[in-house]
Structure formats: C-alpha cells, structure tokens
C-alpha cells in the first residue's frame, strides 16, 4: 500500500513509526534544451520534495538509507549522482550530512547492460527483427534489474527505518510487500508534467531525461 504524503494527516503519519518505511521520490532532471520555464519547475520541484521528505522525517523518523537508481554507490555515489541529477543530489548530500547512508542500489553489471541496450534503442534501426530482438534483450536485462534494485532494498533497510528510494516514475520495481511505501508528490509535479505534455504535443521540447 502507498501512502499519498500531501494527503496524510500527522496522527494517520504517526501510526506508521513501526516497521520498514519507504520514501519514494520520483526522479526528474532538467531539460536537455534551453527551456527557461521548464528548468525553474525542475528547480521549484526539488525545492518542494525536500520539503516534503523533511516533514515526513519530522513526523516518522530521520531517513537512515538513500537509495539512487542508476548509481551503484560507492565512495563517488554522490559524485555519479550530481553527473545525473543536481536536484536529487543536493538532497542526498542534506540527509547524508544528516546521518543518513547512501546505499548500494543496482548491480553494476546489470547496470551496463541496461544502459547499452538502451543506447541500441535509440538508433535509427532499419530492420524490424533488430529492433525486436534488441527491445527483448532490454526487457529481460530491465526486469533483472529491477529484481536487483528491490532485493538490495530488502536487504539493508532494517525493521523499523525509514528509506528514501529516488527512481524514475514510470519505475516497475516491486518493494518488499513489508515496506510501508510513502509517495511524494509535490505540487510542482503536476505542473511539471502538464507543462512537459503540453510541450511534447507540439513538438516544442524533449522530456526531461538523464
């Protein structure tokens, strides 16, 4: 079950201290063009999710585990990050230098392939049995990884922590059925993806992507 935060009430929030806890921040970069507009809802919401993760830690607990998709972690996991996404890693960087850990996350292997076989994807591909049999082995290698990215979950979140897990939205890795999950959606979000849709059907854009 996913908890809405900007529907929750504090003595609902309350009820939830026991047991793992998951934040789930859905990742959005800034745009790949010069889209001033576009840019300053990026800007406004990584503002207001920060907000929100804070008031949720206010309620709950201090997040004890980060987790990033597309980075392994490691001792240049906040570097990788700020290559990725400047929004997100400024607020890893906050709860890191507030005791949380940056975790391992996916299996740098799985990782490369993943990536590789997308790269594939996004060539002008001529032959119909190439692009079928390139978009099955980028199936397969997605699922894997999302097997990855949840059994890594489970593993290091510990009974009664609260997590921040950061994936893209359109994300299909299955939590543990244990794991209260939390979804943040600051206001800024609706906004941002009208505002990107909006765009997108009239071909004035790209979407956001790393």
Same mark, same amino acid.
Request: glycine share 4%; with cysteine; charged share 30%.
């Given at each position: 079950?996913?908890?809405?935060?900007?529907?929750?009430?504090?003595?609902?929030?309350?009820?939830?201290?026991?047991?793992?806890?998951?934040?789930?921040?859905?990742? !959005?970069?800034?745009?790949?063009?010069?889209?001033?507009?576009?840019?300053?809802?990026?800007?406004?919401? @990584?503002?207001?999710?920060?907000?929100?993760?804070?008031?949720?830690?206010?309620?709950?607990?201090?997040?004890?585990?980060?987790?990033?998709?597309?980075?392994?972690?490691?001792?240049?996991?906040?570097?990788?990050?700020?290559?990725?996404?400047?929004?997100?890693?400024?607020?890893?960087?906050?709860?890191?230098?507030?005791?949380?850990?940056?975790?391992?996350?996916?299996?740098?292997?799985?990782?490369?392939?993943?990536?590789? @076989?997308?790269?594939?994807?996004?060539?002008?591909?001529?032959?119909?049995?190439?692009?079928?049999?390139?978009?099955?082995?980028?199936?397969?290698?997605?699922?894997?990884?999302?097997?990855?990215?949840?059994?890594?979950?489970?593993?290091?979140?510990?009974?009664?922590?609260?997590?921040?897990?950061?994936?893209?939205?359109?994300?299909?890795?299955?939590?543990?059925?244990? !794991?209260?999950?939390?979804?943040?959606?600051?206001?800024?979000?609706?906004?941002?993806?009208?505002?990107?849709?909006?765009?997108?059907?009239?071909?004035?854009?790209?979407?956001?992507?790393?």
């Amino acid at each position: 079950m996913t908890e809405a935060l900007g529907k929750m009430e504090k003595p609902e929030a309350a009820s939830f201290k026991l047991g793992r806890k998951l934040a789930f921040v859905p990742l !959005i970069f800034l745009p790949p063009d010069d889209d001033v507009e576009l840019a300053s809802y990026v800007k406004q919401y @990584w503002t207001e999710a920060a907000e929100q993760v804070n008031r949720l830690a206010n309620t709950l607990d201090n997040v004890k585990k980060v987790y990033h998709e597309l980075v392994p972690a490691g001792e240049d996991g906040l570097n990788d990050i700020a290559q990725i996404c400047l929004g997100s890693h400024d607020l890893v960087k906050t709860l890191i230098e507030s005791g949380a850990t940056l975790e391992e996350t996916e299996d740098p292997e799985i990782l490369a392939e993943y990536l590789d @076989w997308g790269r594939c994807l996004a060539l002008r591909l001529e032959s119909p049995k190439v692009f079928s049999e390139i978009y099955d082995r980028y199936a397969q290698v997605q699922q894997k990884r999302n097997e990855v990215i949840s059994l890594k979950i489970n593993e290091s979140l510990k009974n009664d922590e609260l997590g921040l897990v950061l994936l893209r939205e359109e994300h299909r890795v299955q939590f543990p059925p244990d !794991i209260q999950v939390f979804y943040v959606a600051p206001p800024a979000l609706d906004t941002l993806t009208r505002y990107v849709r909006s765009r997108l059907e009239m071909g004035e854009t790209k979407a956001p992507a790393p």
